[in-house]
């Protein structure tokens, strides 16, 4: 059972809070905190909020607070997460950790230091496709995973500090791309290291600093190659995907759009459609169950779960510092044109893992590198001689 201090009323808050009094009945949010008055009093009479304030160190050391979950705007982290790690009190952080990985660093520090849960909050690890597609990888249904794909596109954030690069970190890479790199790396496996990045990086539409549309490309240890797609000039809502590929098999995943759900109105439904719906006439996609559907209800469950129980949740701030060395190589890689290092001062996972150890052996002679059923019924093998370097093929009956 958890007390909970919310950080942030706005879009996330609304979110997390609707997830978390949803899950697990016997949590509750007993403090709720934003930097303007008006907003908090409206959002704790809404969700049956006892106690607000607009002074998140107020709202972190009240004496009934045992959690605190921190929605804040990303240059807000650091400060909150120190605050709480000092306090004795659980953390959970909202996605990036940081606004580059020497603050989740400081972070990651802190928390461990101060000896609390910390459990980062990446919502989009934890959709029902993506979890139940985690598992079929872990089960080896798709063999070694060779390259994943993450795409998250909309028309822009809800709130302005998103837009101020001193606020948010950067753009649509920190914003976004914080997703599509995790996501990538729990296919591949969070125990293979990232090793370098290239980016490439652009502000296509909007009149500001930070960067509105990137693709970048994660190179693997073990020669996997993670690719992200995100941008906040796409149009028609907002769009949610990902592949996964292995030598043993594929899966495509779509979240958000154009699965299964879909209305025409010529007069418009009256209210709220879905996160970044950009009409309300037409045809319009609804979400039944966004909480669900976005990733934040496994989200708390795992993560609550996990406090209650001492241990670690699925994605901690060890995880967002990760992510966070990985954005920055992307970033210095838009820069420079270049494939630009990942730089790990802390790495917890395996090294020396090559590509090279996965190779198959059909024989003690041949290497195999393709089996294809023909037309006729027979099977054909496509080899590779140990010694000679000799590709070959064979036809069995």
Sequence with gaps: MAKIAM?????????????????????????????????VKTFAEKWGIKHWTTDFKEAIRHPEVDLVVIGLPNHLHLDAVREAAQAGKAIMCTKPLGRNAEEARLMLEAVEKAGVFA?????????????KALEAVRNGALGRILWTRSRETHPGPHSDWFWKKEFSGGGAIVDMGCHCIEI???????????V????????????????DTAVGL?????????????????????????????TEGTIWLNHWLRTG???FTSVGLG??????????????????????????????????SAFDAGKEP??????????????????????????????????????????????????????????????????????????????????QE
Aim: proline residues 3%; charged residues 25%; aromatic residues 10%.
């Design 119 to 131: 459990g980062y909050l990446e919502d989009l690890a934890y959709t029902p496709k993506t979890l």
């Design 196 to 211: 370098e990045a290239i980016c490439w990086a652009d502000t296509q539409v909007h009149p500001i600093e930070a960067e």
């Design 271 to 304: 209210g709220y459609v879905a996160e970044k719906a950009e009409a309300d006439t037409g045809w319009l996609f609804p979400v039944g169950d966004e909480p669900g559907a976005l990733g934040y209800t496994a989200m708390f469950l795992d993560q609550l």
């Design 261 to 263: 759900f879909e209305v």
């Design 184 to 194: 990538g790396r729990n296919f591949i496996g969070k125990d293979i290291r990232p």
């Design 7 to 39: 950080l942030g009323t706005g879009l996330i808050g609304q979110f997390y809070t609707q997830a978390l009094l949803a899950s697990r009945s016997r949590d509750e949010v007993v403090v709720a905190c934003s930097a303007t008055e008006k907003n």
């Design 314 to 395: 699925m994605e901690t701030f060890y995880d967002g510092y990760v992510v966070n060395a990985i954005i920055d190589a992307c970033y210095r890689s838009a820069q420079s044109k270049k494939w630009e290092p990942v730089q790990l001062d802390v790495w917890r996972g395996k090294t020396g893992v090559s590509a090279d150890q996965h190779v198959q052996d059909y024989n003690e002679q041949y290497q195999l590198i393709k089996t294809e059923k023909m037309p006729d019924g027979k099977t054909k093998l496509i080899l590779k001689d140990k010694q000679t370097g000799e590709i070959v093929q064979q036809v």
């Design 218 to 246: 994660v190179r693997y240890e073990n020669g996997a190659l993670s690719q992200f797609e995100v941008s906040w000039t796409f149009r028609g809502g907002m769009d949610l995907r990902d592949e996964v590929s292995g």
